[in-house]
């Protein structure tokens, strides 16, 4: 048997990240990964860092390597209809996003917790909880062939979408909304410079295609594709010749060795409240946003956020007003941020089905936006990241 203060489920960026600010708060943590190290540090996913992610970053002490390495983008493109628009963040907000690997984040997370000394069991899968209503949430894992137990003051579930901590809390508390879309992302990681240096957003008549990046060398592309797509017809000359179909780029978009292809299924779902006792679920384990805002991992850190000043509060001064709003004010955060994916989403995606409708109200909307300087700023100020609103 194991105790600790708090008792974090999950080593992707939110149970990293909690783990890191309550740290620097002083409060002991427990950190559960069901995977390896190298695993975790190699799952390739996001890319985009908000504004405020790479500012956390920066004033926490974990952000040499990302202003070392990270790209600053001071806007992005959208592509449509053989025409082009600029979506200019800086002029737009004053502000920019930073593209840098989130396995990159997960390297310096880590390595930061290992530098103080304080543990992640690695390979120690949760089980179940029990107890999350009382005073004394516990953890059963497995670790080393042997089942453990971890008495906690709280538990935050940060164990991602197919977790356990979400299923802890009794089906009548709990409301699920869901959407889930009837296309998906292929993704491939290859080695070719990437054709331009900001992100551009496609919508064709053939699908959506998006092109980012990793490093000057590295180029993280994407193309809608069906569910249940099947990898093996999709070898490497098929995707480019699709991305050059698609993204029209010509001799800009240059072939390379693909290093790593995947389907991404695209959903959107929020579970309510965020909080049952003493567990409360943070990120991909309490929502789930369709990649095209590219916010996952920003709405996971600004979870976290909240609930380690809560956290804060509840150790340092015995009041537990913070945490008893944790759920309200990260839901209102996350329905702004679904609404937001789920906007780009519809905006960038063919429709199967569609009569044709779809795909000319796309147009118009996308012809607005390169027309309107209101509509532009709109789309800037969710893509850099709005504020957390902490007031009632
Ligand atoms: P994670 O990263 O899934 O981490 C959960 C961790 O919990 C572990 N785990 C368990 N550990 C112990 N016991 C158990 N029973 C466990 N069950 C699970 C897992 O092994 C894992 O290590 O969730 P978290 O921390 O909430 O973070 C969420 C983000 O990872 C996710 O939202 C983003 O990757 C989404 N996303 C993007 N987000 C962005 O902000 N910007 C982007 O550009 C972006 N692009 C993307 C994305 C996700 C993608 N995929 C593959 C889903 C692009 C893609 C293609
Ligand atoms: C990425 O670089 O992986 C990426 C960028 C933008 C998105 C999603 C993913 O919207």
């Known amino acids: 048997m194991k105790r600790t203060q708090v008792g974090i489920i999950g080593a992707g960026p939110a149970g990293l990240f909690l783990a890191h600010l309550l740290h620097r708060e002083g409060i002991e943590s427990v950190v559960l990964e069901a995977h390896t190290r190298d695993y975790i540090e190699h799952r390739v996913r996001a890319g985009v860092l908000e504004y405020a992610t790479s500012e956390l970053m920066k004033q926490t002490a974990i952000g040499a390597r990302l202003q070392r390495e990270g790209l600053i983008h001071r806007g992005v493109e959208l592509r449509f209809a053989g025409r082009s628009h600029r979506i200019d963040f800086e002029e737009l907000t004053g502000r920019s996003i930073t593209v840098y690997a989130q396995q990159e984040v997960i390297k310096d997370l880590v390595a930061a917790r290992l530098a103080y000394g304080r ?99 590295i180029s993280r592309l994407y193309l809608q594709c069906a569910p249940d797509e099947d990898l093996a017809q999709w070898p490497d000359a098929r995707i480019w010749e699709e991305l050059h179909t698609r993204l029209n780029l010509g001799a ?63 150790y340092r001064h015995g009041r537990d007003e913070l945490l008893e709003r944790y759920s309200a004010i990260c839901l209102r955060h996350a329905w702004k941020v679904q609404r937001f994916s789920w906007w780009m989403t519809s905006m960038l995606h063919r429709f199967p089905g569609d009569s044709g409708f779809d795909y000319k109200r796309q147009l118009a909307e996308l012809d607005y936006l390169s027309t309107s300087r209101a509509a532009s700023q709109s789309l800037a100020e969710n893509y850099v990241g709005l504020d957390v609103t902490m007031n009632p």
């Open 252 to 314: 800009e978009l240059v072939d390379g060795p693909v290093l790593q292809k995947g389907v991404t299924p695209m959903r959107s779902f929020v579970a309510e409240p965020l909080r049952f006792g003493n567990l409360f679920l943070a990120g991909d384990a309490a929502h789930i946003v369709p990649p095209t805002g590219a916010k996952g991992l920003n709405l996971a850190v600004a979870d976290v956020r909240v609930l380690a000043s809560g956290l804060a509060e509840h």
């Open 119 to 217: 543990e992640i069991l690695f390979e120690a899968e949760a089980l179940s909880l029990s107890g999350v209503a009382s005073t004394e949430p516990r953890v059963c894992f497995r670790h080393a062939g042997a089942e453990h137990e971890l008495v906690c003051d709280f538990i935050a579930g940060c164990d991602g979408f197919h977790g356990v901590a979400r299923a802890a809390i009794p089906t009548g508390s709990l409301a699920i909304y869901e959407r889930v879309y009837p296309f998906a992302w292929l993704g491939i990681l290859a080695e070719s410079k990437p054709a331009s240096e900001e992100l551009i957003y496609a919508l064709h008549d053939r699908g959506f295609a998006l092109l980012s990046m990793r490093s000057p060398r």
